[in-house]
Nanobody, 114 residues
Framework: QVKLVESGGGLAQPGGSLRLSCAAS????????MGWHRQAPGRQSESVAV??????DYAHSVKGRFTISRDDAKNTVYLQMNNLNSEDTAVYYC?????????WGQGTQVTVSS
């Protein structure tokens, strides 16, 4: 049974940084695609960043500020978030997919406020 656990969320000041991590347990097989989504109150869920063998892709709103990376040996995906602003406040979910099946984490809250 695959389980994804995020960590690294919390409170950051505008202009600050946070690094999210998401580790998969219960699986020795690697994942084809890893990514991060976010859900803010009153807003649609948004795909923030994706990483696969084809490369990386980012939402326009985070391009140049966020960086996604992965460690396949650890089945872990990271999201480095720099120059945060209030619009980045949301619950962040990691996703990992293989063979057409997507797995989701439970989410971690990121709040950007002074």
């Amino acid at each position: 049974q695959v389980k994804l656990v995020e960590s690294g969320g919390g409170l950051a000041q505008p202009g600050g940084s946070l690094r999210l991590s998401c580790a998969a347990s219960g699986s020795v097989e690697s994942f084809d695609v890893m990514g991060w989504h976010r859900q803010a109150p009153g807003r649609q869920s948004e795909s923030v960043a994706v990483i696969s063998s084809a490369g990386t892709d980012y939402a326009h709103s985070v391009k140049g500020r966020f960086t996604i990376s992965r460690d396949d040996a650890k089945n872990t995906v990271y999201l480095q978030m720099n120059n945060l602003n209030s619009e980045d406040t949301a619950v962040y979910y990691c996703t990992m997919g293989r063979h057409g099946i997507d797995f989701w984490g439970q989410g971690t809250q990121v709040t950007v406020s002074s």
